[in-house]
């Protein structure tokens, strides 16, 4: 291919998503059911929690391998 058409193939590929990420509003059972009730704040919560738990195994297993390496 020439230059100049992998070029334009490479900036409409970046380009072409761009409209998917235009904000929406949220459905009217979210802000009524979840965000009225205060319920949001759980689920935020608990996925914070998940990742927080994720980061720390990994944290440890990383220090776990790493001396698995060096005594090797």
Do not use: C, E, H
Not at 2 to 23: E, H, I, Y
Not at 48 to 62: E, I, K, N, P, S
Request: charged share 15%.
């Amino acid at each position: 291919m020439k230059p100049m058409v992998k070029r334009l193939m490479l900036v409409m590929g970046t380009l072409a998503p761009l409209s998917t990420f235009a904000q929406q509003q949220a459905p009217g059972w979210m802000v009524d059911g979840m965000y009225g009730s205060g319920k949001i704040n759980t689920v935020i919560l608990v996925v914070a929690a998940v990742l927080v738990g994720l980061a720390v195994w990994m944290f440890t297993l990383d220090r776990r391998l790493n001396k698995l390496q060096k005594r090797n």
